[in-house]
């Protein structure tokens, strides 16, 4: 059974610094210029989170997200809540974007062996948080500015149609995810609230335990030195 009447899609980035952000807005204006659906909003994945998954899965049909990868496979500044926000969805068995539908476009550069990591990330998480894919993941290489363009072009034109006539949500996906995509899994970032896990290059270092030692250190030199 389709959807009846014009698509919602809320469009939800993440960029460091800030082609991600560029690409998808640039997008947004071309889908609403043609007027088909309905970009209800464009907004950073720490905003995202702050309305809670359910809350976005209840007002629209869709979410269309674009994002990159930092430093080591990690969520951009301003994205990072959006992907905690999942994690913690699956870590108990939720599904809040249940009866919704997304779609992913990956930036990156293949320099980098986790420069795909957050959108393949986020791709898998959307699932298992009970969202149908409706147009395969697009990765773009900075490194392949011609390639990229084509393929960020067709994403988008698949985009487009997808949403002119978006499917039950509990039809089939329309593209697997691939489980032979590599990833680096970031779930113990944000398995504890209280705890901030730094993952660098030279592996998992915990900050929060130094910083209280170093605060508490720096108030007895103040009071007491």
């Known amino acids: 059974m389709e959807k009846e009447g014009p698509s919602k899609a809320l469009v939800v980035f993440g960029s460091e610094s800030g082609t991600a952000e560029k690409a998808i807005k640039e997008l947004a204006a071309q889908w609403k210029a043609a007027g088909a659906w309905t970009v209800v909003d464009i907004i950073d994945g720490n905003a995202a989170a702050k309305q809670g998954l359910a809350t976005l899965a209840a007002n629209h049909d869709a979410i269309i997200v674009a994002t990159s990868s930092f430093r080591q496979g990690d969520a951009p500044y301003n994205y990072d809540d959006f992907l905690g926000a999942l994690y913690r969805a699956t870590f108990k068995a939720e599904s809040p974007f249940q009866g919704c539908q997304h779609a992913v476009l990956g930036f990156g550069d293949s320099h980098f062996d986790t420069y795909m990591n957050c959108p393949r990330l986020t791709d898998s998480l959307l699932e298992k948080c009970g969202s149908r894919r409706m147009v395969k993941r697009a990765e773009i290489d900075v490194r392949e500015k011609e390639r990229g363009d084509k393929d960020k072009a067709t994403w988008a034109a698949a985009v487009d149609a997808a949403l002119k006539n978006l499917p039950d949500p509990s039809s089939k996906p329309a593209a697997i995810w691939d489980e032979n995509t590599s990833t680096y899994d970031k779930s113990l970032e944000y398995d504890d609230d209280d705890e901030e896990v ?17 605060a508490a250190a720096a108030l007895y030199y103040f009071l007491f030195a």
């Open 198 to 214: 730094a993952v660098e290059s030279s592996g998992s270092s915990l900050y929060f335990y130094g910083s209280v030692v170093a």
